[in-house]
């Protein structure tokens, strides 16, 4: 199939690209999974789904997901494909979704009253006559896929099957390009990142699918897992990955295979731990910028560049939006409508240009511009910091908002990374604060989302006077609910009371507060909870002389607890 020549006015696509279809498309602790086998597994499913949906795809192994995907797309289903299992996510996908049902490889997974069909990667459909190849409506629905919720709250995006045959189709000759091959059959994937994130989505399963590799079905997260993987797939091997899992692997020290390509979501990712991969792999190293918008629109090779070429005839031009402000918006080739990056770029000319960070990221200290993004690169190249993240506070000092740095650095001090970051940045966005924390709230992408950053650094930071928020969801199959009570479940006060003290001892501010064993000074509870709800818990440290911790639990705009935890018998600070 030529994608390039179709993807402009097909009325249906093949599920698959061209390929030999006795070769591998993917692999299960070494075992390959022909491409025919993978048809009759699609075909044996697509009986099973239910005649309307969508689909929620949450299935955890990655060639089960792939069967789920490909039997929607051959029903004509189009395929919701959520960040997390929660239920507040769930409750969200199932608005406006009556028909909505899920396919499901884990039997501990809560479907929250959703329906349910279960695959078992392990069992295979027999292939006792070739399998026709499903032909997909081009223009048609295929997948809904969220936002990360990295600059706020995740949104879902639709793609059509057209769209998505079109990216695969302009990334694959500059993959082959720079392994020096003349297709990617036979390459083969390991993939650090989910599935039905977009990133994970776009350079696993589908560059099996749409562009002749092949995966590994699992999803490797430490070190040693991502080096067994490797070696049990022949070569040529890839990794796709991100700089928070790469750097963890670099960080480990131990022995890995060697691989042809590495892929590399963009975020902080330093020159230095680029060409340590390269060394460590005897790989070449490929960043890939786009987003879940756009799709995957340009790629760079770290350590020879820092300039970004796009994909195919992808271009991008600087445009002034209805405020007059600037931004950068990438069209053409596969991208169905012209779309606007959250990033602050640099055009060197239409195809080629520089990325200096988030647009929402640009931050202003003392009179001085800088982006978090930039700030952050910086802290993750000091020697000995795992992993770290500024955070701009909401309170200012001196008429000054003063950067505060979380890291991640048992082998350092804070005055350490203090003196090593004199030397990178300009004096005003030097922090005066350097927190040490055992680890960052990322998601399983490595992203750092804004609300987990902000979360995470109030419960850091809580002091006299300072609101602490932590969020908890209230599952709607919680055993308590068995005895309160049949056919109108509440959740109890006692385990409203415990969600409250677990989100306090969360926050060491508050431990060092109230001690280890805080006292309950007084509760009163307004209002009923009911399973499912989402529970905001608003943790505020008295002022003055008085050394208790005020706190509310809210269910929307509605108080359901309120109350107040005093310093236990051993006494807090």
């Not at 600087?318 to 640099?346: C, K």
Request: glycine share 8%; net charge negative; charged share 15%.
């Amino acid at each position: 199939m030529n994608a390039r020549l179709n993807r402009q006015s097909a009325p249906v696509l093949p599920l698959l690209g061209a390929r030999d279809l006795d070769a591998p498309l993917a692999w299960r602790a070494g075992t390959a999974i022909s491409a025919r086998q993978y048809l009759a597994d699609v075909a044996l499913l697509a009986t099973r789904l239910p005649a309307a949906g969508p689909v929620l795809n949450l299935c955890v192994d990655r060639y089960a997901f792939a069967v789920g995907l490909g039997a929607a797309l051959a029903r004509g289903l189009p395929s919701l494909l959520p960040p997390d299992a929660r239920p507040d996510t769930l409750a969200r996908l199932r608005e406006g979704n009556p028909d909505v049902f899920a396919v499901a490889d884990d039997r501990q997974f809560q479907s929250h009253g959703i329906p349910v069909v279960w695959i078992d990667p392990r069992q295979h459909a027999d292939v006792i006559a070739p399998p026709g190849m499903p032909d997909v409506d081009a223009a048609a629905h295929a997948v809904s896929l969220l936002t990360s919720g990295s600059t706020g709250l995740p949104q879902p995006h639709a793609k059509t099957w057209q769209t998505l045959v079109g990216d695969v189709a302009a990334a694959v000759p500059r993959l082959a390009e720079v392994m020096q091959l003349p297709s990617l059959a036979g390459l083969n994937l390991v993939t650090t990142v989910p599935v039905q994130h977009s990133y994970g989505l776009e350079s696993s399963v589908l560059l099996a699918l749409l562009g002749g590799a092949a995966f590994d079905s699992g999803r490797p997260f430490f070190p040693a897992d991502v080096a067994a993987a490797l070696a049990a797939v022949p070569r040529p091997r890839a990794l796709v990955t991100t700089p928070f899992h790469l750097k963890n692997l670099m960080l480990a020290g131990i022995a890995l295979p060697p691989v042809d390509l590495i892929l590399s979501a963009t975020a902080p990712l330093s020159p230095q731990l680029a060409a340590q991969a390269e060394q460590a792999m005897g790989a070449v190293l490929l960043e890939i910028y786009g987003s879940t918008e756009s799709g995957q629109v340009a790629s760079r090779h770290t350590t020879a560049s820092e300039v970004w070429q796009t994909f195919g005839d992808v271009q991008v031009v600087a445009e002034r939006d209805a405020g007059g402000d600037e931004r950068f918006v990438f069209s053409g080739d596969f991208v169905p409508q012209p779309t606007p990056m959250a990033d602050v770029l640099e055009l060197i000319d239409a195809r080629h240009f520089r990325l200096f960070g988030r647009a929402n990221d640009l931050i202003h200290v003392a009179g001085r511009r800088s982006s978090l993004g930039h700030l952050n690169y910086h802290l993750n190249s000091v020697a000995g910091v795992l992993d770290g993240a500024f955070w701009l506070p909401d309170d200012v000092t001196d008429g000054v908002v003063r950067p505060v740095a979380f890291v991640v650095a048992p082998s350092l001090g804070a005055s350490d990374i203090i003196a090593a970051l004199r030397q990178r940045l300009e004096p005003v966005f030097v922090p005066r604060r350097v927190v040490q924390v055992a680890a960052l709230p990322r998601e399983g992408t490595g992203k750092l989302t804004v609300r987990a950053l902000r979360e995470f650094a109030l419960a850091q930071l809580a002091v006299d006077g300072t609101v602490v928020q932590v969020t908890r969801e209230v599952p709607r199959d919680h055993p308590s609910f068995a005895g309160h009570f049949p056919g109108q479940p509440l959740v109890p006060g006692a385990l409203l009371l415990s969600e409250v003290l677990e989100a306090m001892q969360g926050v060491p501010a508050l431990v060092t507060r109230l001690g280890a064993r805080p006292t309950l000074g007084a509760a009163k509870f307004l209002a009923p909870v009911r399973p499912g709800s989402t529970l905001m818990i608003e943790l505020q440290p008295e002022t003055g002389a008085a050394r208790g911790v005020r706190f509310e639990v809210r269910c929307g705009e509605q108080v359901a607890v309120s109350g107040r935890w005093t310093a236990g018998a051993e006494g807090g600070a």
